[in-house]
């Protein structure tokens, strides 16, 4: 079985992008998968006449139909929460019905986060914590927004979170490798014949 893992993240966006793509479709490979990695499709020219995010858009989307499964870096990235696109990415392989696997490179709540913004104030009379403009901030103590944490829990998969150093925030793949594991254990083992299954090999 060749099964396809979507490898979502805001380290498209680093200048070194490609290779740390090449390390972590290299870790997939050592633990039986191939991996889908966004840039894979941005070698290729962009149609003349057509908008590139269009292109890089529907190129990224095609990625994900042919995915059987996706692991997503949920690293809080420019503000307190998680990549938007990575999190649109999330949602469209859940709505897909495909498994998603999930970790964050930071082990604060979403409540810290904010909070470190210096934005947010408890209030007395309700009991929550609000920001700037009144709004409610979530104290669930998840990772993120609860619907990121909530639709991996839903799975029954954890969302994964490692504390790494600032300088190897989106560099480190302890928590990517941990995912990997986790995939490999849900869908290999349940889809190899019992008679490769480790305990029946020991």
């Not at 998968?33 to 966004?38: D, Q």
């Not at 609860?146 to 190897?168: K, S, W, Y």
């Amino acid at each position: 079985m060749d099964c396809k893992v979507y490898l979502a993240g805001p380290e498209v966006f680093l200048p070194d992008a490609a290779a740390l793509g090449a390390q972590k479709k290299d870790l997939c490979e050592r633990y039986g998968f191939t991996g889908l990695f966004p840039f894979d499709t941005e070698g290729g020219a962009v149609p003349i006449g057509d908008r590139a995010d269009r292109a890089i858009y529907r190129a990224n989307v095609a990625l994900m139909r042919d995915a059987d499964c996706a692991i997503v870096n949920l690293t809080s990235f420019r503000g307190p929460s998680a990549d938007v696109g990575s999190v649109f990415e999330l949602g469209m392989m859940v709505g897909l019905g495909k498994p998603v696997f999930g970790y964050s490179n930071t082990t604060t709540d979403l409540l810290s986060r904010v909070r470190q913004t210096g934005s947010v104030l408890f209030n007395d009379e309700d009991r929550v914590w609000r920001d700037q403009y009144g709004m409610r901030v979530e104290d669930f103590g998840n990772a993120d927004n609860l619907m990121i944490d909530a639709c991996l829990a839903e799975q029954g998969h954890p969302l994964v979170r490692v504390n790494v150093a600032d300088g190897e925030l989106y560099r480190d793949l302890r928590g990517f490798e941990e995912c990997l594991r986790l995939t490999a254990k849900e869908l290999l083992t349940a889809a190899a014949p019992v008679s490769n299954r480790r305990e029946d090999r020991a």
